[in-house]
Each structure stands twice: as C-alpha cells, then as structure tokens.
C-alpha cells in the first residue's frame, strides 16, 4: 500500500498530499487586495515553495487549473506573469476558467498536480 504524506496540514485541509509520486497541491491565492500580477506572482512563489516542501519543482507540473474572478480583466496580466514563471519546454497542461472566488479580494487561485523526484 502506498504511503500518503499531507504537507501543512490544518483542520479543514493539507496545503500538499503526496501519494504514490504525485503531488496535489491545494488552491493557492496570493495576498488578498492587490492586483492581478500581485497576486499571480505570490501564487507562483507559493507553488514553488510548496512543490520544494513535497520533494518536486515547476519543471514536474503535470497538470495545471487556474480560476480567474474576471477572466476578460485578468487574462493577459496573469499570463505575462504565468509566461516568466513557467520554464519552457516543461509547460503543463493547463486550464483556465473564471470562478466566483472564497472571497472578493481574491483576484487569481491555481491549483497544481506535479510528479515528485
């Protein structure tokens, strides 16, 4: 039986669960009130930090859903941020959608599935 390791675990959720060499990153958002690229740019750091946590990096993300509050006023700015972040030749798969966030001031939320090793 594999072994499942939860990663900053609290009462309602673990940030990370790692199971059978895949990483399952909960949603990450960046600090509520700025703007898109603020927040773009804070998700991106966390997902870094969290993927280091697990034992894996952004060059091991398999699967990539990001949500957007406003997909029309978002889009671009998020992307230009997404487009520095993500190394070529190792881009994901990727989705993007517009979701009514946990909270307004949310702008961005990206949820991320990588591979470990």
């Not at 952004?58 to 190394?87: C, E, H, S, Y």
Request: with cysteine; hydrophobic share 45%; aromatic share 4%.
């Amino acid at each position: 039986m594999s072994q499942i390791t939860r990663i900053e675990t609290g009462k309602r959720m673990s940030n990370a669960v790692v199971h059978a060499g895949i990483v399952h990153l909960a949603g990450v958002v960046g600090e509520p009130g700025g703007d898109i690229t603020a927040q773009t740019r804070d998700c991106l750091a966390e997902i870094d930090r969290l993927l280091a946590l697990a034992g894996s990096d952004k060059t091991r993300i398999l699967r990539t859903q990001i949500w957007l509050a406003d997909i029309a006023a978002d889009f671009a700015a998020m992307n230009a941020v997404w487009d520095g972040w993500v190394p070529q030749g190792h881009t994901p798969a990727r989705a993007t959608g517009e979701a009514k966030l946990a909270t307004p001031q949310y702008r961005v939320e990206i949820i991320v599935t990588a591979a470990q090793g």
